[in-house]
């Protein structure tokens, strides 16, 4: 029997280019000139740079004035908090789950005071109003992500950003995962920073923006030419920027990710049925994010076993020196030992039903397999 085709279930990680982001990526290569420079093909480029701002402004309803393009997530995250210690915004309040483009750069910056989340994942604000009126006099800045990589968790966005907003703080937003599979309005979430990614949403790597509000005060982290109206120097990503619009507005029809939902609750019931947590189940989830947990098989174990019987999913776990880590994101949410194995599998705008049904079979047996080799130990 023929072995059937791979399948992917790594959105979160990236998202599978769209045909449209790879036509714009080629058409804005062959342009072949500088968005900066005045002749008709550099303006040509200005033109397709500023197209695309705009289009990716209006994708998350924030002004195309106060938008800049930069490398990706990680870099549009640290701008942000680079650009808030440096205005004098601290202590530095960050959720328990952030990616760690956030953790680390608000480490870097001095350090930051965790801000816990349930054991669904979702933050505790009752901690977050006590911590803001205890640092009264100053302006802090707290980041709290839209939705959670690993779990796929929303967070309570809006809510926490008017109590940061009556403490005269800034809250920025790490919308890198959300976009593109909810809807994402910055005035009403209450932001005033929020940065994305392309790859994630079936654009290019290394692209993405941060876009921010009046009361935010951005400071020139990255110095050089004038790019950006002097706000991130360094030639801009054309083709890069090309595709990431495009992406974008492919991802305004939400139909192929809203069905994920209903075939990855079904997935998850199967597992759950043998055994698996399924985290964050009891919060309101992106609708392609599936993360669970067991004690006894680790998360590396799993990923590999999967591999073998070609479906492509990740470690609920950073791995770093060649070792596979705990999820930093189930300790926080108290799934001890389960945190070292904890799985995700996440689809998008090309994943079939067939892929979710195959997904929890191969794991069943897997898992079958796993469980029979643990006895004969
Ligand atoms: N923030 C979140 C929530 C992410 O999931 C990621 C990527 O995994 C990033 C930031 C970093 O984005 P990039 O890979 O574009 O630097």
Redesign the pocket.
């Known amino acids: 029997m023929a072995r059937p085709e791979p399948i992917y279930l790594d959105y979160?990680?990236t998202a599978p280019i769209r045909p449209e982001a790879v036509e714009a990526v080629a058409r804005a290569l062959q342009i072949g000139a500088n968005p900066s420079s005045v002749h008709a093909a550099g303006r040509k480029a200005r033109a397709l740079v500023e197209a695309a701002r705009e289009t990716v402004a209006r994708f998350v309803g924030a002004s195309a004035q106060s938008l800049v393009f930069t490398s990706?997530?990680?870099?549009a995250?640290a701008l942000a908090i680079q650009s808030a210690v440096a205005a004098g915004f601290k202590p530095l309040i960050v959720s328990a789950v952030e990616?760690e483009?956030?953790v680390e750069t608000a480490k870097a910056c001095g350090g930051f005071d965790p801000l816990p989340v349930d054991k669904h994942g979702v933050a505790d604000l009752g901690w977050l109003e006590q911590r803001l009126k205890a640092v009264e006099a100053s302006r802090p800045f707290v980041a709290l992500?839209l939705a959670?990589?690993e779990t796929g968790v929303i967070q309570p966005v809006a809510e926490a950003a008017a109590m940061v907003r009556a403490a005269n703080g800034w809250l920025h937003v790490?919308a890198?995962?959300a976009a593109g599979k909810i809807d994402i309005d910055f005035n009403a979430l209450g932001a005033d920073s929020l940065?994305l990614?392309a790859?994630?949403l079936g654009g290019p790597?290394g692209v993405?923006a941060l876009a921010w509000g009046e009361r935010a005060v951005m400071s020139r982290v990255q110095h050089g030419g004038g790019q950006e109206r002097g706000r991130r120097a360094g030639t801009e990503n054309l083709s890069g920027i090309a595709g990431f619009a495009a992406a974008v507005e492919k991802s305004v029809d939400r139909s192929a990710i809203e069905a994920q939902a209903a075939w990855r609750d079904a997935a998850a019931a199967r597992l759950a049925e043998a055994g698996a947590s399924i985290a964050g189940e009891g919060a309101p989830r992106l609708p392609n994010t599936l993360c669970l947990a067991v004690a006894d098989w680790p998360s590396e174990l799993q990923v590999i076993a999967l591999d073998l019987a070609g479906v492509m999913v990740s470690a609920g776990a950073a791995c770093s020196s060649g070792k596979v880590k705990p999820s930093r994101v189930l300790e926080a949410m108290s799934y001890g030992a389960a945190a070292a194995g904890a799985l995700r599998a996440s689809g998008g705008w090309a994943t079939t039903e067939a892929d979710w049904i195959r997904f929890a079979d191969v794991w069943l047996e897997a898992r079958q397999r796993h469980a029979a080799r643990q006895s004969a130990a």
């Open positions: 979160n990680a990706g997530g990680t870099e995250n990616h483009a956030v992500m959670n990589n790490d890198v995962q940065a990614s790859h994630k790597q993405g």
